[in-house]
Each structure stands twice: as structure tokens, then as C-alpha cells.
């Protein structure tokens, strides 16, 4: 008896003499196996051979990605642009996308939603091992996916196919640190975030694949419509470790230390979905007491609004500083890499971080003040040194080429061959 096997070793034939078919091995059989019963199913372990393993091109290669597809969040827009940086690179891509009531989008790859937040994932892992992917990237989220267990028996079920899950956030907590355990390859963004498992003793396999970066289509100057030469932006969700209130205290001291920034303004895209309304709204009133009570609520503008590419482009084409005051919380400290930072960068406009260690990656290329005041003498340098300004803005404009999402989609593909071999 022979039996013919495919690329992913799944059995597709059984006969009594050898069969040739395009693109599949056959081979003599073991008679201690029900063949009968192991039709669409991988081979045995004993049966392979080291030859069986063949390195597909990437062109000829089909990736399942597992994300919230066309959400309103900064993992979904990740998704997004890693997406289409893989469209054309790989033979087939099919999104596996949580439930959403998005309209349906159009796009070159096929979109599937298939599973529910919280809930399990077995018909989801189900449905992409009937696709067969060669490869699988999750983008993970402990919120977009909160039950361990859930996760554990996902990476289970796809253990046989080459995948890597994309944990965008890494913290010290000990109940995160067993759930990433069950995950045999991870992705991250940065050394830092990659020491920080090793450290805390986790054994998986992990890799540094760098936040990819957007090119905007336009960044140069709209007409000022504020009538202001010093407008600081921020935008983000409305979370308080993102440190507006730092950037309140530090808009505080320049208005009342400075004559010339009695007039500054600062406007907060504070973005808002469904599942940040109330809290949003929450954080929002607390900053504006905070302002009335530093006696600068005539210059501070909160929005809370879930902003579009397009008019996100346009605000920041208005302002004159990008902030990111972010605050790091020894209780709840994140390890990861900012995709709003590098939206603001793109913009060719002068940004400033902070000591987060979302910020790490960029160390060097913006400045990072650690508290309010050093936040404000960063400002008011920009503002009164061109120079510096243009010095910051060339820094973040290579940075930016340097790391687009065409390179980080060909870090991703490149792992595929280095799973094989594993």
C-alpha cells in the first residue's frame, strides 16, 4: 500500500500502487496504521522524513492572520497595514477577524469573521486548519482576547502549523506571564520587551519584529485656522497613563511663567469606541476640573471622537508639537512600541515622548522627558529653536523609511522559513 501527501504532509491518497500527482510525495506505507482513517490528516511523526520539510518561496506561501479586523483600536489599524504590506508578497492571505458589524470591506484577500471576544476559540482554530495556512500571525491583546484557557487550547490545536502570535503588549504580571507561556513563538517589538521575558523566566521562542511605520500622503502646513503659533497636540485613547494631566501641568507652567505663551493652546484628540465610552468620558471630565483648577481651561480643547486616517492627518497637519506624555506605573508597567507616535512623526512634525517604555524603540530620535517641567523646557525649545525643531523632524523622517511596513512585512515572511526549520 502507498500513500500520496501534500506539501503540509496532510494524506490526500491511498492506493495500491504509487501515485505521481503535481506538487505531492508518495511513499511506501506502515501497515500498523488505519490509513482509511488518517485521510485529511497529517501523517505520523514516525513516518517523516527530514526531505518532507520543504521551504515553499514566500510568493507561493498562504498566511491566516487572526485580529480584530476594522476595529476601532490601534491593534486593528496594526492589522491593517500588515495586511496589505503582505497582500502581494505571498500567494494567498485570508483574514480570520473576531465578529464585527463593520460594513463588509473589499479587499484583495478573503475576510472571514469567525469568532467572538472572550469566547472560545476552538471553532475558530477549527476553520483555519481546514483553510491550510502555511503560516499563522495572531495579533494579540490581552483585552481582545481575555481568557487564557481560551488561547491555550488555540495554540494547541495549531501547534502542528508553523505560527507566531504578535503580543503587543508585554507586562511583569505573573498571571500574564504563565498565559504567554502557552504561546511556542512570540512576536514583540522591541529588545527591551524581549529581555523582559527572558528575564521573568518565560521559554518560549520569541522575536523582534519592529513596529511598522506609515508614510502620510501629505504633511505639509495647513492654513492656521487656530490664529496660534503654539498649538501642542495630543491624540489617543483616553487611558491615564497616556499623561495628559503631566501635559496639563506642563501647559500650566509656560502659560504662567512665559508672557509669550499666555495665549498656547493644547487640543486632545481623546479617541473613544464602544468599549472605552464610559471611562473615556470618565477621564475626560476629570481633566477638565484639572484645568480649572491650574487656571488654563481657556487653553486646553478636549475631543472625544474616534478620528479618521484622514482627518487625523489634517489635525496634525494644524499642529505645530505632537505630544506623547505617556506615564509608566510600576504596578501595571508595559512593554511594547507606540503606533500613534509614529503616525505624528510621518507627519513631519516635532514630537516629544516620555520615559514609557512604549518609547524605547526611539530612544534617540525624539526627546523623553520624565516630568512636567522638563516636558515644558522641551516645548518651549522647539518653539524657540528652528534648528532643534528641524534636527528632530529629519531624525523622525529617516526613522520612519527605515522601518516601513514593507520591511517589517518581509521580517514576518522571513520567520516562516526559520519555523520550518525548527
Known sequence: MFISFDNNLVVRHISDIELFANGQT???????????????KRIPKSMLLKSDFKHKPVNEIRVAMICNWKDQCGISTYSDYLAHALQDKVARLKVFSETSSRIPPSEKFEIEDCWTRGESLLDLADRILDWEPDLVITQHEFGIFPNAFFYMQLMQHLKKIPNVTAMHSIYRHTDKLIYTESIPNIVVHTEEAKQLLEDLGN??????????????EKSDEIWNIMHNPYTVMQFGFGFRYKGVDRALHALSHLVH?????????????CSSNSHNEISNQEYCDYLMDLAKKLDIRRNVAIITKYQSDKMLNLYLRLAKIVIFPYLVNDDNMVYGSSGA??????SKRPVIASESHLFDDIEGIVPRPADHLSLAKEIDEIFSN???KNTLVEKSSQFVLDNSWESVADKYLALYNELVNK
Open 386 to 388: 528652528s534648528a532643534y
Open 26 to 40: 508518495c511513499r511506501k506505507a506502515d501497515n500498523k496504521y488505519n490509513w482509511e482513517s488518517l485521510l485529511g
Open 341 to 346: 507616535v509614529r503616525l505624528a512623526m510621518s
Open 203 to 216: 521559554s518560549s521562542k520569541v522575536f523582534v519584529v519592529p513596529h511598522g511605520c506609515t508614510q502620510s
Open 257 to 269: 511663567s512665559d508672557p509669550k505663551f499666555k495665549n498656547i493652546y493644547y487640543f486632545y484628540l
